[in-house]
């Protein structure tokens, strides 16, 4: 079984200022994705960002960027220039799928708190 | 274009009572799926879909139903509802399971308390 680590329950950051959230995860399969999801209080899951495992170049989308290190099963994400809209529960998710098969895991979240 | 919607928004049921939690998408996806998010805790996947006709279980399928009659509607069918199915309930889309064409869009879920 896969499974996915978020070490820090809750983070802080000032606004402006940067902020890097962890994740670790495990699995048994060699191809696969990895995901930041945001859930903000409205609770709606908004896609932050994805890297497919086999890139190993690191995936960015404006503010937020991902460090992935493929040995080490690690994939955090950093958030640059926080905003206060960035205020939010971050999930990180690793999905296998194939043939006749869909995994999806996500790990229990980090709350992040942003202040002006 | 709506998106992922879900009703209802609330809901309470006394144990033993059955509902059905509604999910259309009007992006013309072929992959669904429902999501239950326990308080601090992620989200676990119940059942999904890869198209009308065709549902498979995923990792807490158990007291839960689905079927796939169209491509836009999934419902999740709760049939003797117990306290351990008080959670919050996502539906989700994706055209295919295929990325990038994989990414989910979720709708706003359903709270369900169970007394």
């Known amino acids: 079984a896969q499974t996915v680590t978020q070490s820090q329950p809750e983070m802080s950051v000032q606004e402006a200022e940067t902020v890097t959230l962890s994740c670790t995860y495990d699995?048994?399969?060699?191809?696969?994705?990895l995901f930041w999801y945001k859930q903000p209080p409205s609770r709606q899951m908004i896609l932050v960002i994805r890297?497919?495992?086999?890139?190993?170049q690191n995936a960015t989308e404006n503010r937020f960027s991902v460090n992935f290190q493929k040995a080490a099963k690690s994939f955090s994400l950093k958030i640059s220039d926080s905003q206060l809209g960035d205020a939010a529960m971050y999930f990180c998710?690793?999905?296998?799928?194939?043939?006749?098969?869909?995994?999806?895991?996500f790990g229990k979240g980090t709350k992040l708190s942003v202040i002006p | 274009n709506a998106g992922v919607t879900q009703t209802p928004k609330f809901r309470i049921l006394k144990i033993g009572q059955s509902m059905t939690l509604q999910c259309t998408q009007d992006?013309?996806?072929?992959?669904m799926y429902w999501y239950r998010q326990d308080p601090g805790m992620g989200l676990k996947l119940i059942y999904y879909?890869?198209?009308?006709?065709?549902?498979d279980k995923g990792e807490v399928p158990n007291g839960y139903n689905v079927s796939r009659s169209t491509t836009e509607d999934f419902p999740l069918r709760l049939e003797l509802a117990a306290p351990s199915q008080t959670s919050v309930y996502f539906c989700?889309?994706?055209?295919?399971?295929?990325?990038?064409?994989?990414?989910?869009?979720f709708g706003p879920g359903t709270r369900l308390t169970v007394l």
């Open positions: 989700a889309s994706s055209y295919s399971g295929v990325p990038p064409a994989d990414t989910q869009y």
């Open positions: 699995t048994s399969e060699s191809d696969y994705y």
């Open positions: 890297q497919e495992a086999y890139k190993q």
């Open positions: 998710a690793v999905l296998c799928s194939g043939a006749g098969s869909y995994q999806l895991t």
């Open positions: 992006m013309n996806h072929n992959y």
């Open positions: 879909s890869v198209g009308a006709g065709i549902t």
